[in-house]
């Protein structure tokens, strides 16, 4: 079975602090999906990574992927109230490609 | 609007009895996977259907069921409802089968059930 670890497991921070939250796993994975979750909705993807070492950027969003595929970050810059929400890693493989959720960092960026 | 609708939104039943959650995946969507989501247990895989087809499976019990019909929309049936059974539970839908190395999936906005 595929394990991913989140941390930490809630966040709590001013509008504008920069912050770090962690995937990690003892498990090779062929991609690894990041998905924000918004209460009383579903997840939304946000970012997909392939490719070891791998770094994406969507606006104040950085994402990388680790060098050996078992780990990822997601840093935030300047963080604001709608970044608000449930972060969650989602890893892909084994011989059916499953995809397996990490319980997630739950995030609160207060004004 | 992700384009995946789940109904019913909020369901309050009591133990013992059984109730059926609706998912119609988005236009052109094959794959319907449905997740149970729990405080302690996060996002747990339960089953996947590709093209009216079990195609995976994970942490689903034996009291539950589900099926994909022809039209492609899918039911989750649980029954014999115990307290536990208490979460949130989130249907998805993708393009292609779970082979897919990158594929996305659209989440709806979940159905809350609660035993009593």
């Known amino acids: 079975t595929q394990l991913l670890e989140q941390s930490p497991q809630f966040l709590s921070i001013q509008e504008g602090e920069n912050l770090t939250v962690y995937c990690n796993s003892s498990s090779v994975f062929s991609s690894l999906q990041w998905y924000r979750q918004e209460p009383g909705e579903g997840p939304v993807l946000l970012v997909t990574?392939?490719?070891?070492?791998e770094v994406k950027k969507l606006k104040r969003l950085t994402f990388q992927f680790g060098d050996a595929r078992k780990d990822s970050s997601l840093h935030i810059t300047a963080a604001q109230p709608g970044d608000t929400g449930l972060y969650l890693c989602a890893g892909r493989g084994g011989s059916n490609y499953k995809l397996t959720f990490g319980k997630g960092t739950l995030l609160t960026v207060n004004p | 609007d992700s384009g995946v609708t789940q109904t019913p939104k909020h369901l309050i039943t009591a133990t013992g009895q059984r109730v059926t959650l609706r998912c119609s995946p988005r236009?052109?969507?094959?794959?319907v996977y449905w997740y149970q989501q729990s405080l302690d247990q996060g996002l747990q895989f339960l089953i996947q259907y590709y093209n009216g087809e079990e195609r995976a499976k994970g942490n689903i019990l034996e009291r539950f069921s589900a099926q994909q019909f022809p039209d492609l929309h899918s039911e989750l049936n649980l029954s014999s409802l115990e307290l536990g059974d208490s979460a949130l539970y989130f249907c998805a839908s993708s393009v292609g089968p779970s082979g897919v190395n990158t594929g996305e999936l659209f989440f709806g906005e979940g159905s809350r059930l609660t035993v009593l």
């Open positions: 236009s052109g969507d094959l794959s």
């Open positions: 990574v392939v490719t070891g070492g």
